[in-house]
């Protein structure tokens, strides 16, 4: 398990750790402990000195970046994002256009009823 000094960041629904750890850890050290926990890890991969972890619960998804520090530890950077809970473009669309309907037929209806002014007879062909 990593432990050490946490600093969270948040970036538009994504959490962000930098943390270090005095011991060696790797991606698959990383793979068991989030398996422990319940998550399930995606992909564990290598890109250049540093192991990337990525895994998911809950609507959740989790990615780890271990690299080797100086002194012999590890340094580790972890994001938390919420998943992809945005629409996609087309549901975006289909939806801002609905609504441009319906706000367009209320409009629509408003300005066709005629308007009353109390006191005043329904039609300008009729004399007092």
Known sequence: MITGKWAPSLDRGRVMWDAESDGAHSGADVMAELEAEGWTVDRVAERGAADLVSASRDGAELDVRLRASDGGGTEATVSLARGHA?????????????????????????????????GKSASPLTRP
């Not at 669309?93 to 609905?98: C, D, K, N, T």
């Open 86 to 118: 945005v629409p996609s473009l087309t549901t975006t669309i289909v939806l801002g256009a609905v609504a441009g309907v319906l706000v367009g037929v209320a409009l629509g209806l408003s300005v066709r009823r005629p308007r009353r002014s109390p």
